[in-house]
């Protein structure tokens, strides 16, 4: 997974735990410092591996918080609403969209596989787009039902 869809998650994970607006910088840097170093781990090997977590680590903080800096509240409150209803309503391959008129940045979700855990929790696999300036990123990840009906972003 490249740094661009690994930042999609982060984006995701964001917009369904609703940051605070003043808050979305720092978080989308952070989140992006730890997928980055996730995703350098999954590249690295041997020696190289500590030196790939770095560079992932280095890469996701900048994309991170320039994602972070990109999407406002009100885009990250339609991201999580088309997410939480996508992964809610929609049959797989189904997509939903999100548009913020005020900042022209937008989105799809679709759902990509529904299965269900050992440990009996519903999970869904999804693809998402974002378009922030006229520039598109895809991602992928997955999400689990919690016990309030709510979908939560989980590791892959």
């Not at 041997?46 to 996701?60: D, E, I, Q, S």
């Not at 609403?81 to 940045?105: C, F, H, M, V, Y």
């Amino acid at each position: 997974m490249n740094a661009g869809k690994t930042m999609i998650v982060a984006v995701a994970a964001l917009a369904v735990a609703a940051c605070s607006g003043g808050e979305k910088e720092k978080a989308g840097t952070v989140i992006g410092a730890g997928l980055g170093a996730l995703a350098g781990a999954h590249v690295g090997k041997g020696p190289g591996k500590l030196f790939a977590v770095a560079v992932g680590t280095m890469a996701g903080a900048a994309l991170g918080s320039e994602v972070g800096k990109s999407l406002d509240r009100a885009d990250r409150l339609a991201m999580r609403r088309s997410t939480q209803g996508a992964l809610e309503k929609n049959r797989t391959g189904a997509a939903s969209e999100w548009r913020n008129p005020d900042s022209g940045n937008q989105g799809t979700v679709t759902p990509t596989r529904t299965y269900r855990t050992e440990a009996g929790r519903y999970c869904r696999e999804y693809r998402q787009t974002i378009t922030v300036g006229g520039r598109t990123e895809e991602g992928y990840g997955r999400a689990c039902r919690q016990p309030d009906g709510s979908w939560r972003i989980v590791e892959s």
